[in-house]
Nanobody, 120 residues
């Protein structure tokens, strides 16, 4: 089994930055894609950014140019660097991982989520 534990959420003013971390433990060789999804109150969960085994990436249009996804295999950790945050970025952010054929398909493993709140 694979477990994901997120950290790094919090409260930040608009225009500020946060970095989310996702530590992977367990059968890490069984995953090829790591990603971040978010869910705001009353909305569906949406893809934010994802990174594949070849370090190929995909970003939602709403975060392109502001967010950066990366992974450190030596530390078994994935990161989401969020810059120029906006109030509409407020959501619970979930780390996701799995063995999938396409970047935009979510894996079957989810973290517990971390709250990000951006004040105006």
């Amino acid at each position: 089994q694979v477990q994901l534990v997120e950290s790094g959420g919090g409260l930040v003013q608009a225009g500020g930055s946060l970095r989310l971390s996702c530590v992977v433990s367990g059968r890490i060789f069984s995953i090829n894609v790591m990603g971040w999804y978010r869910q705001a109150p009353g909305k569906q969960r949406e893809l934010v950014a994802v990174i594949g085994g070849g370090l190929d990436t995909f970003y939602a249009e709403s975060v392109k140019g502001r967010f950066g996804i990366s992974r450190d295999r030596a530390k078994n950790t994935g990161y989401l660097q969020m810059n120029r945050l906006k109030p509409e970025d407020t959501a619970v952010y979930y780390c996701n991982a799995g063995q999938v054929a396409h970047l935009t398909v979510p894996g079957d493993i989810w973290g517990q989520g971390t709250q990000v709140t951006v004040s105006s």
